[in-house]
């Protein structure tokens, strides 16, 4: 079973900065892309970055030059750090990670965390 925990959220006046943080855990698994999305209240789930296993990383305009992912092949962790926050970055983050259980076939499958709230006070 392919598990995914989410750390890092809580409250931060605008400017600020936090650090998410997101271990996925599984016997045998590989993971390809991993990232990070957001959901504000009544909107849809939104990308906010992702990076590939080579280190390839891709960012929504809005959080460029503010947000850097990365991530730890080692500990099958990813990071978001998060400066100069917004209040428009308010949201329940979630991590993803695309993980393919080795010896049960060659396909890759999205696996969600549970959600970290992040709110940005003005």
């Known amino acids: 079973q392919v598990q995914l925990v989410e750390s890092g959220g809580g409250l931060v006046q605008a400017g600020g900065s936090l650090r998410l943080s997101c271990a996925v855990s599984?016997?045998?698994?590989?993971?390809?892309?991993m990232g990070w999305y957001h959901q504000a209240p009544g909107k849809p789930r939104q990308l906010v970055a992702t990076?590939?296993?080579?280190?390839?990383?891709n960012y929504r305009d809005s959080v460029k030059g503010r947000f850097t992912i990365s991530r730890d092949n080692d500990k099958n962790t990813v990071y978001l750090q998060m400066n100069a926050l917004k209040p428009e970055d308010t949201a329940v983050y979630y991590c993803?990670?695309?993980?393919?259980?080795?010896?049960?076939?060659?396909?890759?499958?999205?696996?969600w965390g549970q959600g970290t709230q992040v709110t940005v006070s003005s």
């Open positions: 599984g016997s045998s698994i590989s993971i390809n892309t």
């Open positions: 993803n990670a695309n993980v393919r259980l080795i010896g049960q076939g060659p396909f890759y499958s999205d696996y």
């Open positions: 990076i590939t296993r080579g280190g390839t990383t």
